[in-house]
C-alpha cells in the first residue's frame, strides 16, 4: 500500500468517525431506498395494554428480517422501522404478526391505510402507518397452573401449614422454574419470565417497610413507648376501665404513623405487666388494643401494609389517605371502645388496683425515658419524614424515599450501629413475603386468573357503582377475615384498578377506599386476619395467656362487621 493512499485512508476513517462523510446505504445498497414506520399500541380485551408483545411483519407474504427484535413496552406501544428497495412499497400488501404466551397469536394483519411521505434529497421515501388492535386471551396451562400455585399458596398461609414466606417462596419458584423448563419447550407453558417476576416487586412497598422499622428501632433504645403506657396509666388514676380506652385510643394514633405490627410488638409486654400488676387477665387488655391498632393504621398510608400496598399501585398521596378514611376510622374508634369495654367489663371489675400512688411511682421509676437527645433526634426526624408524607404528592416523590432518608440520616446522627439495625430491627421474613407474594400474584395476572376475577366482579355488579363498592368492601372484609389481608390485597390490586377505569363514577378513587376499609377492619375478624393480630396471639401465648381460634372471633368478629356496616354507610353517603 503506497504512502498516499495510507494517508487518504486514514483521512476517510477520520471523516466518517465524525460524522462528515457520507456512509453507504443500508443494505448494502447505494440505491435510493423506502423507509416505512409502523407504530401503534396492543391492548388486551379489558383495554389494558400489553407489554413484551413479540412483533413481525411480511411483505406479500414474506418476512422481513429486522435487526432489532420489535416488542411493545410496558404502555403497550411499539416502534419498527422497515427499510424496502426503491418502489417496493408501491401496490405491495404489508402484514403483522403479534405474539404473546397466554394470548391468541393475531397473524395476517394487514396495514391497510399507509401514508406516504415526500422524498428527501436523497430520493429516501418516506411512509407511515399507524395500527391500534387487540389481543384475545386464551385459557393455557400456565393459567390452571399460576391458578393452582396461588390457590396453593393461600392455603398453606391460611391453615398455617407452612410459615407464611416460605410458602410464597416455594410459590414464586415453582412458577419461573416452570417458566424456563416446560415453558422452553412450549409456550403454553410460561407463567411469569425472571424479567416479569423483577418488574412485579414493588420496592416503594420494600423499602418504605424497611425505612420505616430502622426509624422505630432507634427510637425503641429511647424508651419512648414503655413511657407512653405509663403515662396512660397516671392518666387513668387507677380506674381500669379509663385505663383500657386509653391504652386503645394511643395503641390506634401510633399505629397511625408508624404500622400495627411494630406498635403491638412495642406495646405487648408492657400491658401484659400493667395488667399483672393491677391482678387481671392481659387478654382483657390485649383484644383491644390489638383490634384499635388495626382500625387506627387503616386511617393513613403507612399504617397498616395493606394500605401501603394500595398507595403505591393507585399512586394515591398520604394526604388522600387522610382525607378520606381519617374520620370513619375515629367513629370506628369510639364504637370499638364503647364495645370492648362492655365485653370486657367483667374482668375489669376484679381489677386489684390497690395503692395507685405507689403504683405510678413503680412504674415511673421502671418506664422513664433513657436517652433524652436520641427522643429529641428522633421525634425532629420523623417529624420531617411525616412532612414529607404529607407533601410527596407535590413533589411527585415516592413516599418510601421520604422514609429512607429520614431513616439513613436518624442511623447518622444517632451513631446507632447499622449493622444491629439491619440484623436485629428489620423483619427480613416479612420483606422476603412480599418479595415473593408479588411474584405469585404477577404469574396469576400474566395468565389471565386476576383479568376473569375482575371481568366476573364487573358483570355481577353490572357496571353498578354501589353495587360495586359493597361487593369489594364486604368480600375484601370477609376474605381477610380468613386469609390474611396482605395476599388477599396484592390479589385485589389489579381487579380494583381495572374496575376503577370501566365502572361510571369509580375515577374518583372510591373503590380504592372500600378496598382499603375491607382489607384492613376486615383483618380485624378472626386471629389469622392481620400480621398484628399473629403477633399478638404469638407474645400472649409465650407469657403463659394462649388465646384460641374461637375466643379470639368470639371477641372480635362482631365489631368488626359493625365497623363494615359503618364502612358501607360512610362510603355511600360520603363518597358517591
Request: hydrophobic share 55%; glycine share 8%.
Given at each position: 500500500?503506497?504512502?498516499?493512499?495510507l494517508i487518504f485512508g486514514t483521512l476517510l476513517l477520520w471523516l466518517i468517525a465524525m460524522g462528515i462523510a457520507?456512509?453507504?446505504?443500508?443494505?448494502?445498497?447505494?440505491?435510493?431506498?423506502?423507509?416505512?414506520?409502523?407504530?401503534?399500541?396492543?391492548?388486551?380485551?379489558?383495554?389494558?395494554?400489553?407489554?413484551?408483545?413479540?412483533?413481525?411483519?411480511?411483505?406479500?407474504?414474506?418476512?422481513?428480517?429486522?435487526?432489532?427484535?420489535?416488542?411493545?413496552?410496558?404502555?403497550?406501544?411499539?416502534?419498527?422501522?422497515?427499510?424496502?428497495?426503491?418502489?417496493?412499497?408501491?401496490?405491495?400488501?404489508?402484514?403483522?404478526?403479534?405474539?404473546?404466551?397466554?394470548?391468541?397469536?393475531?397473524?395476517?394483519?394487514?396495514?391497510?391505510?399507509?401514508?406516504?411521505?415526500?422524498?428527501?434529497?436523497?430520493?429516501?421515501?418516506?411512509?407511515?402507518?399507524?395500527?391500534?388492535?387487540?389481543?384475545?386471551?386464551?385459557?393455557?396451562?400456565?393459567?390452571?397452573?399460576?391458578?393452582?400455585?396461588?390457590?396453593?399458596?393461600?392455603?398453606?398461609?391460611?391453615?398455617?401449614?407452612?410459615?407464611?414466606?416460605?410458602?410464597?417462596?416455594?410459590?414464586?419458584?415453582?412458577?419461573?422454574?416452570?417458566?424456563?423448563?416446560?415453558?422452553?419447550?412450549?409456550?403454553?407453558?410460561?407463567?411469569?419470565?425472571?424479567?416479569?417476576?423483577?418488574?412485579?416487586?414493588?420496592?416503594?412497598?420494600?423499602?418504605?417497610?424497611?425505612?420505616?422499622?430502622?426509624?422505630?428501632?432507634?427510637?425503641?433504645?429511647?424508651?419512648?413507648?414503655?413511657?407512653?403506657?405509663?403515662?396512660?396509666?397516671?392518666?387513668?388514676?387507677?380506674?381500669?376501665?379509663?385505663?383500657?380506652?386509653?391504652?386503645?385510643?394511643?395503641?390506634?394514633?401510633?399505629?397511625?404513623?408508624?404500622?400495627?405490627?411494630?406498635?403491638?410488638?412495642?406495646?405487648?409486654?408492657?400491658?401484659?405487666?400493667?395488667?399483672?400488676?393491677?391482678?387481671?387477665?392481659?387478654?382483657?387488655?390485649?383484644?383491644?388494643?390489638?383490634?384499635?391498632?388495626?382500625?387506627?393504621?387503616?386511617?393513613?398510608?403507612?399504617?397498616?401494609?395493606?394500605?401501603?400496598?394500595?398507595?403505591?399501585?393507585?399512586?394515591?398521596?398520604?394526604?388522600?389517605?387522610?382525607?378520606?378514611?381519617?374520620?370513619?376510622?375515629?367513629?370506628?374508634?369510639?364504637?370499638?371502645?364503647?364495645?370492648?369495654?362492655?365485653?370486657?367489663?367483667?374482668?375489669?371489675?376484679?381489677?386489684?388496683?390497690?395503692?395507685?400512688?405507689?403504683?405510678?411511682?413503680?412504674?415511673?421509676?421502671?418506664?422513664?425515658?433513657?436517652?433524652?437527645?436520641?427522643?429529641?433526634?428522633?421525634?425532629?426526624?420523623?417529624?420531617?419524614?411525616?412532612?414529607?408524607?404529607?407533601?410527596?404528592?407535590?413533589?411527585?416523590?415516592?413516599?418510601?424515599?421520604?422514609?429512607?432518608?429520614?431513616?439513613?440520616?436518624?442511623?447518622?446522627?444517632?451513631?446507632?450501629?447499622?449493622?444491629?439495625?439491619?440484623?436485629?430491627?428489620?423483619?427480613?421474613?416479612?420483606?422476603?413475603?412480599?418479595?415473593?407474594?408479588?411474584?405469585?400474584?404477577?404469574?396469576?395476572?400474566?395468565?389471565?386468573?386476576?383479568?376473569?376475577?375482575?371481568?366476573?366482579?364487573?358483570?355481577?355488579?353490572?357496571?353498578?357503582?354501589?353495587?360495586?363498592?359493597?361487593?369489594?368492601?364486604?368480600?375484601?372484609?370477609?376474605?381477610?377475615?380468613?386469609?390474611?389481608?396482605?395476599?388477599?390485597?396484592?390479589?385485589?390490586?389489579?381487579?380494583?384498578?381495572?374496575?376503577?377505569?370501566?365502572?361510571?363514577?369509580?375515577?374518583?378513587?372510591?373503590?380504592?377506599?372500600?378496598?382499603?376499609?375491607?382489607?384492613?377492619?376486615?383483618?380485624?375478624?378472626?386471629?389469622?386476619?392481620?400480621?398484628?393480630?399473629?403477633?399478638?396471639?404469638?407474645?400472649?401465648?409465650?407469657?403463659?395467656?394462649?388465646?384460641?381460634?374461637?375466643?379470639?372471633?368470639?371477641?372480635?368478629?362482631?365489631?368488626?362487621?359493625?365497623?363494615?356496616?359503618?364502612?358501607?354507610?360512610?362510603?355511600?353517603?360520603?363518597?358517591?
Open positions: 500500500m503506497t504512502k498516499s493512499k457520507p456512509m453507504a446505504p443500508a443494505q448494502g445498497s447505494s440505491n435510493p431506498s423506502d423507509i416505512l414506520v409502523v407504530s401503534g399500541t396492543i391492548t388486551n380485551d379489558q383495554g389494558k395494554p400489553l407489554k413484551e408483545v413479540s412483533l413481525q411483519f411480511f411483505l406479500n407474504g414474506k418476512k422481513i428480517d429486522i435487526e432489532k427484535e420489535v416488542t411493545t413496552s410496558k404502555s403497550g406501544g411499539y416502534e419498527a422501522e422497515l427499510t424496502f428497495s426503491k418502489g417496493a412499497l408501491t401496490g405491495a400488501r404489508v402484514e403483522m404478526e403479534a405474539e404473546k404466551p397466554s394470548f391468541k397469536s393475531s397473524e395476517h394483519i394487514v396495514l391497510e391505510h399507509i401514508v406516504q411521505e415526500k422524498d428527501d434529497v436523497n430520493g429516501v421515501g418516506y411512509y407511515l402507518a399507524h395500527h391500534n388492535f387487540t389481543m384475545i386471551r386464551i385459557i393455557t396451562p400456565a393459567f390452571w397452573i399460576a391458578s393452582l400455585v396461588l390457590v396453593a399458596v393461600y392455603a398453606l398461609i391460611a391453615f398455617e401449614l407452612m410459615h407464611r414466606t416460605l410458602a410464597a417462596f416455594l410459590g414464586a419458584s415453582v412458577l419461573l422454574t416452570i417458566t424456563y423448563t416446560a415453558g422452553s419447550f412450549n409456550p403454553n407453558f410460561v407463567i411469569l419470565t425472571y424479567e416479569e417476576a423483577i418488574h412485579a416487586i414493588d420496592m416503594n412497598v420494600i423499602f418504605l417497610l424497611m425505612a420505616m422499622m430502622i426509624i422505630v428501632g432507634v427510637m425503641k433504645k429511647t424508651g419512648v413507648f414503655q413511657w407512653m403506657a405509663y403515662k396512660s396509666y397516671q392518666m387513668a388514676k387507677g380506674n381500669v376501665f379509663v385505663l383500657a380506652a386509653i391504652l386503645m385510643f394511643v395503641t390506634a394514633v401510633t399505629s397511625a404513623f408508624l404500622d400495627n405490627v411494630t406498635t403491638m410488638l412495642l406495646i405487648i409486654p408492657v400491658t401484659i405487666e400493667i395488667a399483672l400488676t393491677i391482678k387481671i387477665n392481659p387478654i382483657s387488655l390485649l383484644m383491644p388494643e390489638v383490634f384499635a391498632s388495626n382500625v387506627g393504621g387503616t386511617a393513613t398510608l403507612i399504617g397498616d401494609p395493606p394500605n401501603i400496598m394500595i398507595g403505591s399501585y393507585a399512586k394515591l398521596s398520604f394526604v388522600d389517605f387522610i382525607m378520606n378514611l381519617s374520620l370513619v376510622n375515629v367513629i370506628g374508634l369510639a364504637i370499638t371502645i364503647i364495645y370492648f369495654l362492655y365485653w370486657y367489663k367483667k374482668d375489669y371489675l376484679k381489677a386489684q388496683v390497690g395503692d395507685v400512688g405507689k403504683l405510678i411511682e413503680m412504674l415511673r421509676d421502671e418506664y422513664k425515658i433513657t436517652n433524652k437527645s436520641l427522643l429529641i433526634q428522633c421525634g425532629t426526624i420523623l417529624g420531617i419524614v411525616i412532612f414529607l408524607f404529607i407533601i410527596h404528592g407535590v413533589l411527585h416523590m415516592e413516599p418510601s424515599i421520604a422514609a429512607m432518608i429520614g431513616a439513613a440520616i436518624l442511623v447518622v446522627i444517632s451513631k446507632v450501629d447499622i449493622v444491629e439495625m439491619l440484623e436485629k430491627e428489620i423483619e427480613w421474613p416479612t420483606l422476603i413475603f412480599f418479595i415473593m407474594l408479588f411474584m405469585v400474584v404477577a404469574g396469576a395476572e400474566e395468565t389471565g386468573l386476576i383479568q376473569i376475577i375482575a371481568g366476573w366482579v364487573k358483570d355481577i355488579s353490572k357496571g353498578n357503582l354501589v353495587v360495586a363498592i359493597l361487593m369489594i368492601l364486604w368480600v375484601s372484609a370477609l376474605a381477610s377475615a380468613i386469609i390474611d389481608n396482605i395476599p388477599f390485597t396484592a390479589t385485589m390490586l389489579p381487579i380494583v384498578g381495572y374496575l376503577t377505569t370501566v365502572i361510571l363514577g369509580a375515577q374518583s378513587g372510591v373503590l380504592w377506599w372500600a378496598l382499603a376499609l375491607g382489607a384492613c377492619l376486615g383483618g380485624n375478624g378472626t386471629m389469622i386476619g392481620a400480621s398484628a393480630n399473629v403477633v399478638t396471639v404469638g407474645m400472649a401465648e409465650r407469657a403463659g395467656y394462649p388465646i384460641s381460634f374461637m375466643a379470639y372471633l368470639k371477641a372480635a368478629f362482631i365489631p368488626m362487621i359493625i365497623t363494615i356496616i359503618l364502612c358501607s354507610g360512610w362510603l355511600l353517603l360520603v363518597e358517591i
